[in-house]
């Protein structure tokens, strides 16, 4: 990448010429070796001019790379409540945390030593978001072949992309993970149970009920490739390798034909098996297994969306919350 096509490199007016070398050196190095999107580098370079720009109005003139070294913790934390007054919120701040902080560690693997200004600042808290679960019966359509019967797409892809969903709703599997299983993994047969690894290289086992199992086995029914044991299971309209996009598409056109929301997706059929079990009394602990959850604090935020639908259920239907309401 050149100094001309380095996103944001005409808007360092605040560092001196120095400290833009150094801008241009970073921005080329993740567009290069670490392949970054061209967004998310506008998105850095962005971050980084804010700081600039800040020190330099504060400092009355150009930033250097001795400024940088320089700065203090509470200069840190005053740019940060500069950024929240002029409106930024949590979710905005914390991106702009990771963009300051890369170019910082750039600089130290450059030789200018641990620029600890921005290590020790405690980070925005953002409100976590509840995963949005389906009813049963939203999850049952999406996942069943018959649902898009009247599309104008082969009957084994459609048979192909009902087993994909119905591993992550009757198993609670990532997208990856289903798109990861080999032919020789296929639960088919007396095979009640699929392994997959997980996020971290972990394996896990989950049970296979009946109903996925026999989404599995329709879909190699019809599949026209011959499928190797250590190949792919689920296969492209070429016989390559199975891409989540076309999955996402999939569920995409379903929820204008079924009228479901925009949060009906395939990882809200994982949601939605987590909140299901939990509904019809699971333990917490076991499904945080199934779910291959590293700490048992993610799994409790299923714990917040059971509890809120539970309460709605209630303030509709029983007669005490009715009479609550009225009183």
């Given at each position: 990448?050149?100094?001309?096509?380095?996103?944001?490199?005409?808007?360092?007016?605040?560092?001196?010429?120095?400290?833009?070398?150094?801008?241009?050196?970073?921005?080329?190095?993740?567009?290069?070796?670490?392949?970054?999107?061209?967004?998310?580098?506008?998105?850095?370079?962005?971050?980084?001019r804010q700081?600039?720009?800040?020190?330099?109005?504060?400092?009355?003139?150009?930033?250097?790379?001795?400024?940088?070294?320089?700065?203090?913790?509470?200069?840190?934390?005053?740019?940060?409540?500069?950024?929240?007054?002029?409106?930024?919120?949590?979710?905005?701040?914390?991106?702009?945390?990771?963009?300051?902080?890369?170019?910082?560690?750039?600089?130290?693997?450059?030789?200018?030593?641990?620029?600890?200004?921005?290590?020790?600042?405690?980070?925005?808290?953002?409100?976590?978001?509840?995963?949005?679960?389906?009813?049963?019966?939203?999850?049952?359509?999406?996942?069943?072949?018959?649902?898009?019967?009247?599309?104008?797409?082969?009957?084994?892809?459609?048979?192909?992309?009902?087993?994909?969903?119905?591993?992550?709703?009757?198993?609670?599997l990532?997208?990856?993970?289903?798109?990861?299983?080999?032919?020789?993994?296929?639960?088919?047969?007396r095979?009640?149970?699929?392994?997959?690894?997980?996020?971290?290289?972990?394996?896990?086992?989950?049970?296979?009920?009946?109903?996925?199992?026999?989404?599995?086995?329709?879909?190699?029914?019809?599949?026209?490739?011959?499928?190797?044991?250590d190949?792919?299971?689920?296969?492209?309209?070429?016989?390559?390798?199975?891409?989540?996009?076309?999955?996402?598409?999939?569920?995409?056109?379903?929820?204008?034909?079924?009228?479901?929301?925009?949060?009906?997706?395939?990882?809200?059929?994982?949601?939605?098996?987590?909140?299901?079990?939990?509904g019809?009394?699971?333990?917490?602990?076991?499904?945080?297994?199934?779910?291959?959850?590293?700490?048992?604090?993610?799994?409790?935020?299923?714990t917040?969306?059971d509890t809120?639908?539970?309460?709605?259920?209630y303030?509709?239907?029983?007669?005490?919350?009715?009479?609550?309401?009225?009183?």
């Amino acid at each position: 990448m050149t100094g001309d096509a380095a996103p944001g490199f005409n808007d360092f007016r605040s560092a001196d010429a120095d400290l833009r070398a150094f801008l241009v050196a970073w921005l080329s190095h993740l567009a290069g070796e670490r392949r970054m999107a061209r967004l998310t580098l506008e998105a850095y370079a962005r971050d980084v001019r804010q700081l600039l720009d800040h020190m330099s109005e504060r400092a009355g003139g150009a930033v250097s790379l001795a400024d940088l070294e320089a700065l203090s913790q509470s200069e840190a934390r005053a740019f940060l409540a500069a950024r929240r007054q002029a409106g930024a919120g949590s979710r905005s701040l914390l991106r702009g945390l990771a963009g300051v902080r890369s170019f910082l560690r750039f600089l130290e693997r450059e030789g200018y030593g641990k620029i600890a200004a921005f290590a020790a600042v405690r980070t925005p808290k953002t409100a976590r978001r509840l995963p949005k679960a389906l009813t049963v019966g939203e999850a049952r359509d999406l996942a069943d072949a018959d649902s898009r019967a009247g599309e104008a797409r082969a009957p084994w892809i459609l048979a192909r992309d009902a087993a994909v969903l119905s591993l992550l709703y009757g198993c609670g599997l990532r997208i990856s993970e289903a798109l990861g299983l080999t032919r020789a993994d296929a639960p088919i047969g007396r095979r009640d149970v699929v392994t997959v690894v997980g996020k971290g290289g972990k394996m896990r086992s989950a049970p296979v009920i009946e109903a996925v199992r026999r989404a599995v086995e329709d879909y190699l029914d019809l599949c026209p490739f011959q499928l190797t044991q250590d190949g792919p299971l689920f296969v492209g309209a070429r016989g390559g390798p199975l891409s989540p996009r076309i999955i996402q598409l999939a569920v995409e056109r379903m929820r204008g034909a079924l009228g479901l929301p925009d949060t009906a997706t395939p990882h809200a059929l994982r949601h939605s098996f987590a909140t299901h079990l939990l509904g019809r009394g699971g333990d917490l602990r076991s499904i945080q297994e199934l779910l291959g959850h590293a700490s048992l604090s993610t799994t409790q935020i299923y714990t917040a969306i059971d509890t809120k639908r539970l309460l709605s259920a209630y303030q509709s239907a029983h007669p005490r919350a009715r009479s609550t309401a009225k009183g």
